[in-house]
């Protein structure tokens, strides 16, 4: 019987556990012989002394354990595709880029997550739909891919339950930005949900849990080592996370971006990451088409309407209502004005995370309900001109006081100057 004090202690003083006591804590923890303080504590000491490569495996591994796998690949016969970010704010890509894919003719079945620290989860921002259900079961994940070619779940009892409680304790304990973690949290859930082929959004910058691009770099080479060794094909975008992606931040808002972009109406910097995204899946595939083709094939679903069905097919398959007039609307829409004219230079990503989070879009401890309806919309970003009192972005409050301290962490969020800003790529880089 493993003393988790012990492991705690060892990993705190820079020591190295074995895969067998990796797998005690954890399997430990899952069946809830563990508590949770002792998990706290010991990703605490992950955070600050690290984890080694073979820990990082045990720890993958250990997770993936905690329930049962499926092999997509195999029950369908066909090869199926995922993709996952690392997390960033206004990333609502996965809710446009899987009905893209889906409409090409590619099964896309995918277990995502919910918020965490000052990023937002797929998983929040699609129950924002009233009625959308994240918990299916094993075989009704399974059926839902081959019959409607998409489904998106959260962790469940069987598949990685113990990433669905790691990840809500790592949210609320400051232990998220940390390569193992994350990495771990990361592939377990893309291991355990068995895709074949998987695309992979590292993010880089302010409002990412990776500053530089050398620590997203070691992230994406330890997430396709962790895929290598399960004979997994993962590719990695490491994109810009330095502003918003898109122009939404909160669960509803996001919701109506992604659509609004799977109908071909979505904001340029947002569409480019989604067909982006959609380009390499669909050359991951076995369409047997290259980048530019997928590319091609992903612009001609939205232009004739398909991706738009395949989005409104999967909703309706886990019991949402894919009309836009059933999500929430913020009681409150503030403005924030521009104090004078200029290019805007900097648009703090971190800085809009944090406001939508203190506006109620996000967790401050485990069991906080989120308010789906609150955000931020960001109308101005970097790069564009603005003359004084011109608005810059809109502020979705539940009442006036959380609107006027939601102004105020907006607007400072927002540099402006008299000179453009130097361009910034989107795709920064991308490895295999
Ligand atoms: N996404 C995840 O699934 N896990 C993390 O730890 C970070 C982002």
Redesign the pocket.
């Known amino acids: 019987m493993i003393r988790p004090a012990e492991l705690i202690q060892r990993k705190r003083d820079g020591g190295e556990l074995d895969a067998d006591e990796l797998r005690d804590l954890i399997l430990g923890y899952a069946r809830g012989d563990v508590p949770d303080y002792q998990l706290a504590a010991f990703c605490m000491a992950v955070y600050f002394r690290g984890l080694s490569s073979a820990e990082t495996y045990a720890l993958t591994q250990a997770m993936i354990a905690s329930g049962t796998t499926l092999e997509l690949g195999a029950e369908l016969g066909r090869r199926v595709v995922d993709k996952?970010?690392?997390?960033g704010v206004g990333d609502k890509t996965t809710l446009a880029v899987g009905p893209i894919v889906a409409a090409c003719g590619v099964p896309f079945g995918k277990m995502s997550?919910r918020g965490?620290g000052h990023t937002g989860g797929t998983l929040d921002k699609l129950e924002s739909i009233p009625g959308f259900r994240v918990e299916l079961s094993r075989d009704e994940f399974v059926a839902q891919v081959r019959e409607i070619g998409l489904a998106i779940i959260g962790q469940t009892a069987d598949l990685v339950p113990a990433d669905k409680q790691l990840?809500a304790l790592?949210d609320v304990t400051a232990t998220?930005d940390n390569v193992s973690?994350?990495a771990a949290?990361?592939m377990s859930?893309k291991i355990a949900a068995g895709a074949d082929a998987i695309v992979l959004d590292v993010k880089v910058g302010d409002g990412a849990?990776m500053k530089t691009l050398a620590d997203a770099t070691i992230l994406a080479d330890t997430m396709i080592d962790l895929g290598r060794r399960a004979r997994r094909e993962v590719v990695c975008l490491l994109t810009d996370m330095d502003q918003p992606l898109g122009r939404a931040v909160g669960n509803a808002l996001e919701l109506r971006e992604a659509v609004a972009t799977v109908r071909g109406e979505g904001p340029a910097d947002f569409t480019e990451l989604v067909l982006d995204a959609c380009a390499r899946l669909l050359a991951l595939s076995d369409l047997g088409v290259d980048v530019a083709e997928g590319r091609r094939r992903a612009e001609t679903a939205i232009a004739d309407g398909s991706a738009l069905a395949a989005y409104e097919r999967w909703i309706r398959a886990q019991g949402g209502d894919p009309s836009e007039d059933v999500l929430s609307e913020a009681a409150v829409v503030a403005h924030v004005e521009a104090p004078h004219s200029g290019y805007v230079t900097r648009l703090g990503a971190a800085a809009v995370g944090v406001a939508a989070l203190h506006l109620g879009a996000g967790r401050r401890t485990k069991d906080d309900a989120i308010d789906h309806s609150v955000g931020v919309v960001c109308r101005r970003k970097r790069g564009d001109r603005v003359a004084a009192g011109e608005l810059l972005a809109e502020v979705h409050a539940r009442d006036e006081a959380d609107a006027a301290e939601g102004v105020r962490a907006v607007l400072a969020a927002y540099e402006l100057a008299a000179d453009p800003p130097p361009d910034r790529a989107l795709v920064l880089d991308v490895l295999a």
């Open positions: 996952h970010s690392t997390g997550g965490l990840y790592r998220v973690l994350i949290s990361i859930k849990f």
